[in-house]
């Protein structure tokens, strides 16, 4: 079956502006996790979505929000981009088994200039 | 809370030696233990997990990982090292039932011909 697609893969941003991200999980996973990935800070959670409902949240600003819709499709928006934002955003999906096994797209990249 | 130490930033080997990139864990329920790997510019892959059946875990492409209550470590080896196997490695802690996933900081592994 399908993996976790993420799209888009690339895209350039300047400072100020917002961006959305969007992820499709495998068939059948109700579960969705977003990471950030950055040389510096390496891989940060950012939250997780679970049947619509956030389950679980990490320690980034309110800038960054997402949702989950009824297909389970994800989307994670970050609002007044900074440099900082710079970053490999992943997606991770799983299923209602709950060992924790997490299937990861490719990555949207951001660059904020 | 849980959370994991990678003990190595980088390890550089030579093709056809073994591989040994270690972990050590904090957990304050009983763990569930991943290794996945990220091939630049590529999401990241499972390559095993423990979830407290057998201690000596097998995984994809030759890779094997033990995990040691006792020393609370989860480190993963392979016996002979494959220039594929060049990538980034990260060491996941998770409480079952819970995605709460941790990663470690990674280990760069290096393999020269």
């Known amino acids: 079956k399908a993996g976790v697609t993420q799209t888009p893969r690339y895209l350039i941003k300047t400072r100020g502006q917002q961006v959305t991200l969007s992820c499709s999980p495998i068939?059948?996973?109700?579960?969705v996790s977003w990471y950030q990935q950055t040389p510096g800070q390496g891989l940060q959670f950012l939250f997780e979505?679970?049947?619509?409902?956030?389950?679980n949240k990490g320690n980034f600003p309110g800038r960054f929000s997402g949702r989950q819709f009824s297909n389970s499709r994800s989307e994670m928006n970050v609002s007044t981009l900074e440099l900082g934002d710079s970053a490999l955003y992943l997606c991770?999906?799983?299923?209602?088994?709950?060992?924790?096994?997490?299937?990861f797209g490719e990555g949207s990249r951001l660059t904020v200039l | 809370a849980q959370s994991v130490t990678q003990l190595d930033s980088h390890v550089s080997v030579s093709e056809g030696t073994p591989v040994l990139l270690r972990c050590n864990y904090s957990?304050?329920?009983?763990?569930?233990l991943f290794w996945y790997v990220q091939h630049p510019n590529k999401g990241l892959q499972l390559l095993l997990k423990?979830?407290?059946?057998?201690?000596l875990v097998k995984g994809i492409n030759g890779f094997e990982a033990e995990f040691k209550k006792s020393e609370t470590s989860f480190h993963l080896t392979k016996p002979s090292a494959h220039m594929s196997d060049a990538a980034e490695y990260f060491c996941?802690?998770?409480?079952?039932?819970?995605?709460?996933?941790?990663f470690g900081a990674g280990t760069r592994l290096t393999v020269k011909p």
């Open positions: 991770a999906s799983s299923s209602t088994s709950d060992t924790g096994e997490l299937f």
């Open positions: 423990y979830t407290s059946a057998a201690t």
């Open positions: 979505y679970f049947s619509e409902t956030q389950r």
């Open positions: 957990s304050s329920y009983s763990p569930s």
């Open positions: 996941v802690v998770g409480a079952y039932n819970n995605n709460d996933m941790r």
């Open positions: 068939s059948g996973h109700r579960s």
